[in-house]
């Protein structure tokens, strides 16, 4: 048994790839949403924002209906890349065994919101399809990437720029003999992260036990036992920071909240936004100013599983403590902001009074993530921001 296989992929005409994939929507504004989807019939927006189940499906069985949409014949791997101006990142398209998951080969590290992952759950079991792939890393390795290198000259069979402005394009390897080097190259890796899709990781997970129980005769091999991957080598995957923003200073007034805070942090006014180079240092954006914050005591050693993640350490010193902020993936006051939007997105959401108070993170790091799943700990939701992404729905798996 291979730990990364080919599938036949369920994908849309090379003319309709723009128009049907989507991108990620945190990038947009509403607007930008709503006439995208307008302009974008086949667009799977309109699959996923349906008013009912029922028409969700029926708007994706049309699609395949009208060959918008098109099943591969062969088993295939998918060669994907993603460019922007300053990075761009080659990874392989795949199925994996939901029991390697299980095993520990496909180790996650992020804590999640069971309401997201119910509504993955529903929107697959309704499609009784995976539209867009879990984001995984792997180590990296010389032969695979060498082999990817050799691919990739040949032209791609999708290139366009979609709405994160970013360059997507992707490769089709169906030939007998470089798909096998492909499944043989990672079973010699045999370890793989999550990146971006713990949900829809936990999602498949239910979805699978529960067609298995509705299967009187089950082997373990059929298409639900399975899931789609996108897999990028680690040294080429982008971590940004993710940063927060609370709705108020509970009770305190501004001068009492700085004052509170300085009990345990060096806190220095700066002259310009504040961006942290380092771990440990906050940014802080309160009534169109910036500080800096940095513990004045080291962390306590091994405090609970802490291990010194900037996020767990802001929230015991401060957004507990201070604000109020309980467990942040159900406490209202608290919100989240990728680090693509800039210092400028905490001072627009802060000036606009939509938050009272926002922090900058130094980025979590690689190793850190690797760390976590190692050791089987969970960092907090909202731990990592990974970008780019890959788009959903530019190559889907079904469960047929």
Not at 132 to 160: A, M, Q, R
Request: one cysteine or more; a neutral charge; glycine letters at 4%.
């Amino acid at each position: 048994m291979y730990f990364i296989n080919p599938f036949k992929g369920l994908r849309p005409q090379k003319e309709d790839a723009s128009s049907v994939a989507i991108a990620s929507t945190d990038h947009l504004s509403e607007k930008d949403v709503s006439d995208f989807k307008k302009n974008n019939p086949w667009n799977y927006l309109n699959v996923f924002t349906e008013e009912s189940n029922s028409k969700s499906k029926e708007q994706f069985e049309l699609m395949k209906e009208k060959s918008i949409l098109t099943k591969d014949k062969d088993n295939s791997f998918y060669i994907y890349k993603i460019s922007t101006g300053n990075h761009s990142q080659v990874g392989i398209v795949g199925t994996a065994k939901l029991s390697a998951y299980d095993n520990l080969h496909i180790r996650g590290h992020e804590e999640i919101f069971l309401e997201r992952a119910q509504k993955r759950l529903k929107q697959m079991d309704n499609l009784n399809a995976q539209i867009g792939p879990i984001y995984v890393i792997y180590p990296d390795n010389h032969k695979l990437t060498e082999f990817i290198k050799k691919e990739i000259i040949s032209k791609p069979i999708y290139s366009f720029i979609a709405l994160d402005k970013c360059k997507h394009e992707m490769w089709m390897i169906n030939e007998e003999e470089k798909v096998k080097k492909i499944c043989d190259l990672f079973n010699s890796i045999n370890r793989i992260y999550i990146a971006d899709g713990h949900h829809r990781m936990e999602a498949i997970s239910k979805l699978s036990e529960f067609k298995k129980h509705q299967n009187p005769n089950h082997t373990g091999n059929e298409a639900y036992n399975y899931f789609m991957v996108a897999i990028f080598p680690q040294s080429q995957a982008r971590l940004l920071d993710y940063n927060r923003l609370i709705k108020d200073l509970y009770g305190y007034s501004e001068k009492d909240f700085i004052k509170e805070i300085k009990k345990k942090f060096n806190v220095e006014k700066q002259n310009s936004p504040y961006k942290p180079k380092k771990p440990q240092t906050f940014g802080m954006y309160l009534d169109k100013k910036w500080y800096s914050l940095e513990l004045k005591e080291p962390p306590e050693p091994n405090l609970f599983h802490i291990i010194n993640l900037d996020i767990n350490l802001l929230q015991y010193y401060l957004l507990e403590p201070t604000l109020g902020i309980g467990d942040p993936r159900y406490d209202n006051r608290i919100d989240f902001l990728a680090g693509f939007h800039g210092l400028e997105g905490i001072e627009k959401k802060v000036d606009s009074k939509e938050a009272k108070v926002g922090f900058s993170f130094f980025a979590t790091q690689m190793e850190n993530v690797i760390s976590f799943a190692d050791k089987k700990l969970n960092m907090p939701p909202k731990s990592t921001w990974f970008d780019p992404k890959p788009l959903d729905g530019l190559v889907a798996y079904d469960f047929e």
